[in-house]
Nanobody
Framework: QVRMVESGGGLVQPGGSLRLSCVAS????????MGWFRQPPGKDREFVAA???????KYYAAAVKGRFTISKENANTVALRMNSLKPEDTAVYYC??????????????????????WGQGTQVTVSS
């Protein structure tokens, strides 16, 4: 069984920074891509960023491009560095991983149906 655990959320002022981390565990864990999604209050879950595990291709939502950076830390850890945070970035942030049998592309890496494993979420609140 695969377990995904996010950390690093919290309260930050507008313009501030946060770094989220997600660690996957499980005897059989192997992935082809990992990503971050978020769900703002009262809204649907949306794509934030993704990285393919083999060739390290990165994808970003337009709303975060230039402010957020996704990175592969090691074989089972992905991080999301968030700079210049805005109140509209307030959301529960979820980490996700695609099973290794998948072949990720731009379409599957940026949509929730392209992922098999999910974390429980971590709250990010941007407010003064």
């Amino acid at each position: 069984q695969v377990r995904m655990v996010e950390s690093g959320g919290g309260l930050v002022q507008p313009g501030g920074s946060l770094r989220l981390s997600c660690v996957a565990s499980g005897r059989t864990f192997s992935t082809s891509a990992m990503g971050w999604f978020r769900q703002p209050p009262g809204k649907d879950r949306e794509f934030v960023a993704a990285i393919t595990w083999g060739d390290m291709i990165k994808y970003y939502a337009a709303a975060v491009k230039g402010r957020f950076t996704i990175s592969k830390e090691n074989a089972n850890t992905v991080a999301l560095r968030m700079n210049s945070l805005k109140p509209e970035d307030t959301a529960v942030y979820y980490c996700a991983a695609a099973d290794a049998i998948r072949v990720p592309d731009a379409r599957t890496s940026t949509d929730s149906y392209g992922y098999d494993y999910w974390g429980q979420g971590t709250q990010v609140t941007v407010s003064s």
